[in-house]
């Protein structure tokens, strides 16, 4: 696909205009995100209700249509931390992409697991990349830059963020306690299941489909009971997708449209932290499903 194109995810629709006046500096973009979006469980504000349930906005133009309707007034703004918008890594990620595409940079998410939150714990996480014209370069844009963190947020490092597919292969040789691979130490949603679905989470942002972390489709379960062979192959493909190798991206796009199993359908089932039952929404209506 070409990076340089918004998705239906990613497309800021009406609120396009807005994304004219950023910053074209990767700093100056990632500043004015992180005042548009709070991390809806980095400890700031306590969400609930209504104001929880943003977290669930699938779409860029979802985002910034609560943002708008919140605070109407260009994105560059400083928000109140009370007023900008309940989100997670995934939010602040897509919401940097669509601005860089808008500008007509290659960009994409990448999901995987960060090591640098927590000594000893790797937090599933979603960052951004973009094509510089020579390497894609990783950004970190949910965090503030500050030496602490031993890298520049700005262009990460092999290491300190691993992609989904790598991390499976780890565990699957071995090298890995997949029990420290998660969303939180304090919670139960952790392990080699969690792995291989993010595996398919990365497949699922790497060909257009940036969906919540939550979102649940295809093959993906809760635990290990089935053959395994299928996650290896996808996770070689994309790591070789990652070293550039051509045959493997191809062999991997084609994989990825013709298999019910990597790819979501028309709807999604959303298993979403704010609690309850999971339900069913329409990707195409965006409506949730009343009796799905």
């Known amino acids: 696909m070409n990076y340089a194109d918004q998705t239906p995810y990613s497309d800021p629709g009406q609120y396009a205009a807005l994304l004219d006046a950023l ?7 990632t500043a ?20 929880l349930e943003e977290v669930n906005n699938r779409w860029v133009e979802a985002i910034l249509a609560t943002d708008q309707q919140r605070n109407g007034c260009p994105l560059a703004e400083p928000r109140k931390l009370e007023d900008r918008v309940a989100g997670c890594c995934r ?5 940097l992409v669509a601005a860089l595409r808008h500008q007509g940079v290659p960009a994409r998410t990448r999901i995987g697991f960060a090591s640098y939150f927590n000594p000893g714990w790797n937090y599933d996480h979603v960052i951004a990349e973009y094509f510089n014209g020579e390497r894609w370069v990783r950004v970190e844009a949910q965090i503030e830059p500050g030496e602490h963190w031993g890298f520049d947020v700005h262009d990460i490092p092999a290491g300190p963020f691993r992609s989904a597919a790598e991390v499976w292969q780890a565990y699957r040789a071995g090298e890995i306690d997949p029990d420290l691979y998660g969303v939180s130490p304090d919670l139960d949603i952790r392990g080699g299941w969690f792995i291989r679905d993010y595996v398919f989470l ?12 939550w979102d649940g489709w295809g093959a993906m379960a809760d635990d290990l009971e089935m053959d395994l062979a299928p996650t290896d192959e996808l996770a070689a493909l994309l790591v070789a997708f990652d070293n550039g190798d051509e045959s493997a991206t191809a062999k991997l796009a084609d994989w990825y449209r013709s298999d019910p199993d990597l790819h979501p ?25 009343v009796n799905g």
Do not use: C, M, W
């Not at 004015?32 to 104001?51: A, D, K, L, P």
């Not at 060909?207 to 972390?213: I, M």
């Not at 999604?268 to 329409?282: C, F, K, L, M, Q």
């Open 202 to 213: 990365q497949a699922a942002h790497l060909h257009g489909d940036e969906l919540l972390l």
């Open 265 to 289: 359908g028309s709807t999604i089932e959303v298993n979403s932290p704010t609690g309850g039952a999971p339900y069913r929404v329409d990707l195409k209506t965006r409506e949730r499903l």
């Open 32 to 51: 004015v995100i992180r005042s548009v979006v709070i991390h809806y469980r980095g400890g700031e504000v306590e969400f609930t209700g209504e104001r």
């Open 23 to 29: 910053p074209t500096d990767i700093p100056g973009l």
């Open 91 to 95: 939010d602040f990620a897509l919401l």
